[in-house]
Each structure stands twice: as C-alpha cells, then as structure tokens.
C-alpha cells in the first residue's frame, strides 16, 4: 500500500445539519485519512451517518466544524467546476438514462473538460474507451442503459467517474441490489481500478464478507463508538468488528470466518470431532442452529453425547448412554437425536 499522497484528511470534524440556528450533530471529533492506490470500504449499521458522511466528503453537504481536506486543500475552497474534477461521485439510484448508450453516458464524464456542448476531441474519446475496457463493458458500448443488467449499469457509472480523471472516487452503495456474481465483481473491480488508476477509492457496503476480502482499509462507523480507520486485518484480529452493533448484544463478529452471526444460545451440549476444519465448521453450523452448544471434550465424570464428523456421508453419534449411530446425512442426524 502506498500511503505516500493523502488524497483527503479530516481532523476534528463534526458532521450533521444545519437548518438556520438550529444544529443537528451526527458525529463529531473525527479523524480519517485516505490514500491514493487504495480501496476503503465505510462499514456501519443502518442510521448509523454513512451517507451523511459521504454527502459531507463529496461536498454535497458542509461539515459542521473542524479540518476537512482534498488534496491538502480546504473542501470549501472548491468550486463546483473544480470538484467535478476532482470528485467522482456513484450513486445507489438507478440511472433514468435509458436512452443514452453507454458510450454516450461514459462521455458525459467528460462534460467538466469539453465544457456545455461536450464535444469530445481525440484525447477524450481515448479517454473514453480506456474506461470501457478498463471496467470490461467496452463489448456493450453501442447497447442503451435500459438494455444493460443492474451491475452493468454499475460498471458504466463507476467508467463515467473514470473518464472524469478524479483522484477520489465516492460510491454509495454500489452492490445494492445486486446478485452475489455481481457483487464480487463490482467489489473486485473496485480494487483494481484503485491500484492501477491511482485512485482514493471510498465506497459504504453492508457486503461485509467481499470488504473484509477487497478492502485495504476499514472504515468502521457507529452512533455510539463513532469512526474507526485502520487496515482491514489491524482491525479484526483487535475485536474492533464487533464495535459495529454494539447495541446488538446477540450479534457477534465471528473472528475464524469473517461475518456476523447470531450468538450461540446452546440449550444443549455435544462434544463435536471432526476429520478436519471445514467438516466441523458445517457440522457446528447445523448443531448451533439447533440450539447445541459445541465442546471439544468434556470431563470423566460427564455424561454428554459426542458426534465424529469422519465425512460428509459418515456421522458417527454417540448418546449419553454409549450407544453409536452412524448417520448419512445431516438430514437424518438432525431429525433423530
């Protein structure tokens, strides 16, 4: 990672609303930072400022108080012809585009250069096509919007930021709707164009399992803890994931798997064995869903059942009175003991 250009700092800044004299604070004492070349993923419960947050960095909104800064430069110095050069913002809301092609709404990325009757000169058009190719929907290019899958619409939006040449790029949401394929390739994509098109990346996602995977910083937002910044792995392995529901007691960040769960509530205990890792993750799965609390051994003098996961199709239970069963399926053992 290459934190050698700050593309935005905030120091002490508080965000919220200001309607007349009356002031709304959503959060206040933040400090962030993001790199070029790197992908940032902005985790957070639902109501927990998010998109205040980002509508507060693509300057859609002004921050309440404190330093905000785009490429070392006060945010509220920009002007609006400035910024969209600078900040290329996708929204979660489905474009009304319908009857533009895709080349042609790529092109409209390009409107803060060509100025009101866009007409695009050679380095433009080059600008263009390397958008489409480097999202991989230059194969679409001639198709209208409305003929295009949610995710490629996706993938037309984040090549119109491209073709903008912003340093920083803001995404609300932009697997939102999307099925799993989609989502991974979206997020992959993400990624990518942020280390080979040198760009400060930021995107907030409830796809948790794709951000712990992708992102080379977390951005971990809550209405009690406030905002946590640190690279992905720092923040896991020091139990900040579970900072995210705090007010959620029985949702628990699980640290071998990289998701929340619900908390185990075991009525029942079972001394669980298995042959290797992933067998006895799924044989946990299906016991702690029927109310079994897992054990790897139990003491002598207790009487509790034991299940030997030795294959998918061989499971061997054990009850409290020493007699074994050999099971096929999970099917059959769950509905017998």
């Not at 998109?51 to 945010?75: C, E, F, H, N, V």
Request: charged letters at 25%.
């Amino acid at each position: 990672m290459n934190q050698s250009e700050i593309v935005v700092e905030g120091r002490n800044l508080t965000i919220g609303y200001q309607v007349g004299k009356k002031r709304t604070e959503v959060h206040s004492g933040l400090n962030f930072q993001l790199f070029r070349g790197e992908l940032t993923c902005l985790l957070g419960a639902n109501g927990a400022g998010k998109s205040t947050l980002l509508r507060t960095l693509a300057a859609a909104q002004p921050s309440l108080s404190g330093d905000l800064k785009l490429l070392g430069r006060d945010l509220s110095a920009y002007s609006e012809r400035e910024l969209s050069k600078t900040i290329g913002v996708v929204l979660t809301d489905r474009t009304q585009a319908g009857g533009l092609t895709v080349y042609e709404l790529v092109a409209l990325g390009r409107q803060p250069y060509t100025g009101f009757f866009g007409r695009l000169n050679k380095a433009d058009k080059q600008l263009v096509e390397h958008a489409l190719q480097a999202v991989e929907i230059a194969h679409k290019a001639r198709c209208y919007m409305a003929e295009l899958s949610d995710g490629e619409r996706q993938k037309v939006m984040i090549a119109k930021a491209l073709v903008q040449e912003c340093p920083l790029i803001l995404l609300d949401e932009p697997t939102a709707f999307l099925d799993v394929v989609s989502r991974i390739e979206i997020m992959n994509l993400l990624h990518r164009l942020a280390i080979e098109e040198k760009r400060a990346i930021l995107l907030s996602t409830h796809d948790i399992e794709q951000a712990l995977v992708l992102s080379d910083r977390l951005w971990l937002l809550s209405s009690t803890g406030g905002l946590e910044c640190g690279v992905t792995e720092d923040l896991i392995l020091n139990n900040r994931m579970d900072t995210l529901f705090a007010n959620h007691a029985r949702i628990k960040f699980d640290l071998m798997h990289g998701g929340f769960s619900p908390e185990v509530s075991g009525e029942k205990s079972i001394v669980l064995k298995a042959k290797d890792e992933v067998l006895r993750h799924w044989a946990q799965n299906a016991l702690n869903r029927h109310h079994y609390f897992c054990l790897d051994t139990c003491s002598s003098a207790q009487k509790l059942p034991l299940l030997d996961v030795q294959a998918p199709d061989m499971l061997l239970y054990t009850d409290e009175n020493g007699r074994t069963t050999c099971f096929s399926t999970f099917e059959a053992l769950l509905h017998d003991i």
